[in-house]
């Protein structure tokens, strides 16, 4: 099974400020054949589903604030929110879908500080 | 406006079996993958399988093999998941969720999961 490993678990930003979030995976999620990286990131408030915002490590997805930036290849990957706003606050998983089983990241918490 | 919507909340004994009910509105139901992932209260998220709805062949994680059984119904657009012989660690929100059809490495396997229904709570105690 591939791994997923976020840093930090938590991390508390300042409004308007950078918010950086870290994914590595054990092994490679980048498939040769067509150079994409099967990464998928995910916010999720309490009492909600998650909420895909970024695919193939760095594509946006519709609807989705530009201050969500997605970054990284191969193992290592980011998550960044350039300027953190209230309803920002939430916890951000990165998964791999390159393999089966489908495996998430623990979860990072993020908070305004 | 495409959603899945989740059959509602249950409570279970241990030794027993649920199934969750997930309908498609607002796309063809046919041209992706439903994924099955559940998480414990204050826990990550966890992948028990998926389903392809047009060919109807399953995949599911090892730690549930013998457990679980995925399923669909295309008549009534309905995806389903049972999860038999429930033990006190099976509480959880279990989540279906939406992937398109890519090919990998010469096999039909999910893409990244754009579409979640509202979860539903499963839990078990005697």
């Known amino acids: 099974d591939i791994v997923m490993t976020q840093s930090p678990d938590s991390l508390a930003v300042s409004l308007g400020e950078r918010a950086t979030i870290n994914c590595k995976s054990s092994?490679?999620?980048?498939?040769?054949?067509?150079?994409?990286?099967?990464l998928a990131w995910f916010q999720q408030k309490p009492g909600q589903p998650p909420k895909l915002l970024i695919y193939?490590?760095?594509t946006r997805e519709s609807g989705v604030p530009d201050r969500f930036s997605g970054s990284g290849s191969g193992t290592d990957f980011t998550l960044t929110i350039s300027s953190l706003q209230a309803e920002d606050v939430a916890i951000y998983f990165c998964?791999?879908?390159?393999?089966?089983?489908?495996?998430f990241g623990q979860g990072t918490k993020v908070e305004i500080k | 406006q495409a959603q899945l919507v989740q059959s509602g909340a249950e409570v279970k004994k241990p030794g027993a079996s649920v199934k969750v009910s997930c309908i498609p509105s607002?796309?063809?139901?046919?041209?992706?993958?439903i994924s099955w992932v559940r998480q414990a209260p204050g826990q990550g998220l966890e992948w028990l399988g998926w389903?392809?709805?047009?060919?109807?062949?399953?995949k599911y994680a090892q730690k549930f093999q013998g457990r679980v059984t995925m399923t669909t119904d295309t008549s009534t657009n309905t995806a389903y998941m049972e999860l038999k012989s429930l033990r006190s660690d099976d509480t959880a929100v279990y989540y279906c969720?939406?992937?398109?059809?890519?090919?990998?490495?010469?096999?039909?396997?999910?893409?990244?999961?754009?579409?979640w229904g509202q979860g539903t709570l499963i839990t078990v105690s005697s």
């Open positions: 998964q791999q879908y390159y393999n089966t089983p489908l495996t």
């Open positions: 092994q490679s999620v980048l498939y040769s054949s067509n150079n994409k990286n099967y």
């Open positions: 193939w490590a760095s």
């Open positions: 607002g796309y063809t139901f046919t041209n992706y993958i």
């Open positions: 389903i392809n709805i047009y060919s109807g062949n399953t």
């Open positions: 969720a939406r992937g398109n059809r890519i090919m990998v490495r010469g096999a039909t396997v999910s893409g990244h999961l754009d579409l």
